[in-house]
Nanobody, 123 residues
Framework: QVQLVESGGGLVQAGASLRLSCAASGLTFSRYGMGWFRQAPGKEREFVAA???????DYADSVKGRFTISRDNAKNMVYLQMNSLKPEDTAVYYCAARDNYLIATTEDAVDYWGKGTLVTISS
């Protein structure tokens, strides 16, 4: 079965950087658009970034210029480099996959979810 396993979360201070990783298995990785969503305490889950099979990317306005999504099709991995972190970036970050070479920027377009990794930014 399809598994998406996130890693790399943690507690850092504002202004620091973190890199999240997502290991995918059980799917033909190159067919899938991959992405990241996040859910802050008491808020709805929201789109963060996505990357299609050929490397085209999309970002939420709130993270443009600070976050970079990338993928390694040979390793079935997707990454989220997060720089200049802010307390408002505190959330559980979820890896997401969508089939048919498409990317998902809304929850209902996601085919598979990871279980999430917690990112906490202290001020």
């Amino acid at each position: 079965q399809v598994q998406l396993v996130e890693s790399g979360g943690g507690l850092v201070q504002a202004g620091a950087s973190l890199r999240l990783s997502c290991a995918a298995s059980g799917l033909t990785f190159s067919r899938y658009g991959m992405g990241w969503f996040r859910q802050a305490p008491g808020k709805e889950r929201e789109f963060v970034a996505a990357i299609n099979w050929s490397g085209g990317t999309d970002y939420a306005d709130s993270v443009k210029g600070r976050f970079t999504i990338s993928r390694d099709n040979a390793k079935n991995m997707v990454y989220l480099q997060m720089n200049s972190l802010k307390p408002e970036d505190t959330a559980v970050y979820y890896c997401a996959a969508r089939d048919n070479y498409l990317i998902a920027t809304t929850e209902d377009a996601v085919d598979y979810w990871g279980k999430g990794t917690l990112v906490t930014i202290s001020s």
